[in-house]
């Protein structure tokens, strides 16, 4: 059915759609209530709208067909190789001059903390602890696709003119490595027009707001046609009914899905999805600071190695951090190979410092943590919490 007659259909002298009249007592007319709109259309294309696109025969509607595994390398994958060892492994310490520095910024940054025990505070010992950061990040490009459609406004149509490329054979690269970033593409030769099944290839619905009569119950008069007895209502000049505000009393909209162009053109979307995936392992340290707070600090960089796919540390003085490279290179070119491509891996050694400071204020002891390139300080037993006083 056209809803444009059908509403032209229905109405009066007025423009409204006008489903019956009832006479009343007096002469007038109050209208009754419009009959129920037919099928909205369905808010999901169905799926024999999509052709069988050879090597997208997965491809769902929205949901997308899951994430296609790459196919095997033509040419033999470079080998690992060891990165040299490196021979200093080895990191400063921090001076008295900078752990008092860090502490009384630290006290000045707390509203209510005096400065004197940073200032006054006597540094009895300082000692360095050697934390390790290991870091492994494994950046992989996954693909996946889905059947979209838009609008048909004269794009081109392609569909079966040859066979569409290969999901994994459709150029597109990452503008930069272990650098998140995605990017949808078309897939050449999968476009095609069909009716639009929102709108059954009318290009309007009926309004929800009305049901499709082009008019509501008056508000002022809840439709009777009269207020206060039998004073007519001067807002629906007695009929009961007034214009609908939202398709201005057409009783039809324009189609959402297709905006009234009545056809769609429907194609194959490509997502590429380039993510950098990472694990760091922490060498647990005994200076009693904990492991968590080193997650906002940087260090000292000691070792960078960088390949299509890295070869476990070697050499290193920490057999922790050994070992912990081993896990990871192993679990990283087990799982992502599986559902991805790995572009690249880069590993990374940190050097955390971390200074546990003991000082005397007012002839107690307590002690305080210097850690990262920042000079954060951790100061849970900072003996003047409080200079606040209430005048």
């Keep these: 059915m056209d809803y444009q007659s059908f509403g032209n259909s229905q109405r009066d002298t007025?423009?409204?759609?006008?489903p019956g009249y009832v006479p009343t007592a007096e002469g007038s007319a109050a209208m009754l209530a419009p009959p129920t709109a037919g099928s909205q259309g369905p808010s999901a294309?169905?799926?024999?709208?999509?052709?069988?696109?050879?090597?997208?025969?997965?491809?769902?509607?929205?949901?997308g067909g899951g994430f296609l595994?790459?196919?095997?390398?033509?040419?033999p994958v470079p080998q690992p190789?060891?990165?040299?060892?490196?021979?200093?492994?080895?990191?400063?310490?921090?001076?008295?001059?900078?752990?008092?520095?860090?502490?009384?910024?630290?006290?000045?940054?707390?509203?209510?903390?005096?400065?004197?025990?940073?200032?006054d505070g006597v540094i009895t010992n300082m000692e360095a602890f050697n934390t390790y950061r290991y870091r492994l990040e494994t950046f992989t490009e996954s693909r996946s696709t889905e059947w979209s459609h838009e609008p048909y406004t004269g794009q081109p149509v392609d569909a079966y003119a040859q066979p569409p490329p290969g999901p994994w054979d459709i150029p597109a690269k990452a503008a930069n490595f272990f650098v998140n970033d995605k990017q949808t593409l078309k897939v050449p030769y999968t476009s095609s027009v069909k009716s639009c099944h929102g709108c059954m290839g009318m290009g309007r619905k009926p309004c929800k707001d009305c049901a499709g009569a082009g008019n509501k119950v008056c508000w002022v008069c809840n439709g009777s046609g009269y207020r206060h007895g039998?004073?007519?209502?001067?807002?629906?000049?007695?009929?009961?009914?007034?214009?609908?505000s939202r398709c201005h009393g057409q009783g039809a909209m324009q189609c959402d899905i297709c905006h009234g162009k009545q056809q769609l053109l429907v194609y194959i979307n490509l997502s590429v999805k380039w993510t950098n995936n990472s694990d760091d392992y922490v060498v647990e340290q005994l200076s009693g600071l904990q492991v968590d707070n080193l997650s906002k600090v940087s260090g000292k960089e000691l070792f960078r190695d960088s390949q299509y796919l890295v070869y476990p540390v070697m050499g290193f003085p920490d057999p922790a951090v050994v070992q912990a490279a081993q896990?990871?290179?192993?679990?990283?070119?087990?799982?992502?190979?599986?559902?991805?491509?790995?572009?690249?891996?880069?590993?990374?050694?940190?050097l955390i410092p971390v200074t546990r400071v003991t000082y005397l204020w007012?002839?107690?002891?307590?002690?305080?943590?210097?850690?990262?390139?920042?000079?954060?300080?951790n100061a849970d037993d900072y003996p003047a919490t409080c200079c606040c006083s209430v005048m």
Aim: aromatic letters at 10%; a neutral charge.
């Design 230 to 244: 039998e004073d007519r209502c001067h807002h629906c000049s007695g009929r009961g009914r007034e214009n609908c």
């Design 14 to 18: 007025y423009g409204t759609v006008n």
């Design 327 to 350: 896990r990871f290179v192993s679990e990283h070119q087990g799982k992502f190979s599986q559902t991805s491509r790995i572009l690249q891996q880069r590993q990374t050694i940190e």
């Design 81 to 119: 190789e060891p990165a040299p060892e490196q021979p200093r492994w080895n990191i400063p310490s921090i001076t008295e001059e900078t752990a008092r520095e860090a502490l009384t910024l630290y006290a000045s940054s707390h509203c209510c903390y005096s400065s004197s025990p940073a200032k």
């Design 362 to 377: 007012k002839g107690k002891s307590h002690v305080y943590f210097v850690y990262g390139n920042e000079f954060k300080v």
């Design 69 to 75: 595994p790459p196919p095997m390398p033509v040419h």
């Design 45 to 63: 294309p169905p799926t024999s709208m999509f052709d069988n696109m050879p090597g997208y025969e997965g491809t769902l509607a929205g949901g």
